[in-house]
């Protein structure tokens, strides 16, 4: 019994660890088209997409996730990698999106 309630106690934690912070309230910059872009749960709309974050995977030593994006609009469906770290920069935790060709730093969105 003793076992059963600390492999419990144990697939608990891990599944904590490994599922991704909250992003809502954070915006990706906007353009003329858009504006700010909000991150509502795990999905966020551009202009001619609506793009959704799948299967975050923490990245080791850092407040970080790494996700699949899927994103289908009128042109169609296409996918990426997305890691979203927080890191500590002058002195101000700040939130990045990192993609193979950009980093984005997020704002709080005005509401």
Same mark, same amino acid.
């Given at each position: 019994?003793?076992?059963?309630?600390? *492999?419990?106690?144990?697939?608990?934690?891990? @599944?904590?660890?490994?599922?991704?912070?909250?992003?809502?309230?954070?915006?990706?910059?906007?353009?003329?088209?858009?504006?700010?872009?909000?991150? *509502? @749960?795990?999905?966020?709309? *551009?202009?001619?997409?609506?793009?959704?974050?799948?299967?975050?995977?923490?990245?080791?030593?850092?407040?970080?996730?790494?996700?699949?994006?899927?994103?289908? @609009?009128?042109?169609?469906?296409?996918?990426?990698?997305?890691?979203?770290?927080?890191?500590?920069?002058? @002195?101000?935790?700040? *939130?990045?999106?990192?993609?193979?060709?950009?980093?984005?730093?997020?704002?709080?969105?005005?509401?």
């Amino acid at each position: 019994m003793m076992k059963l309630l600390l *492999t419990a106690a144990l697939v608990v934690v891990v @599944g904590l660890q490994a599922s991704a912070q909250s992003y809502d309230g954070l915006c990706f910059p906007g353009n003329e088209c858009t504006g700010p872009v909000p991150i *509502t @749960g795990s999905s966020f709309f *551009t202009c001619e997409e609506n793009c959704v974050m799948e299967d975050p995977t923490s990245v080791r030593g850092m407040d970080a996730f790494l996700f699949d994006v899927t994103c289908r @609009g009128d042109s169609g469906t296409f996918s990426y990698r997305l890691m979203m770290a927080r890191i500590m920069n002058e @002195g101000r935790l700040r *939130t990045y999106a990192i993609t193979n060709d950009e980093i984005t730093p997020l704002e709080h969105c005005q509401h």
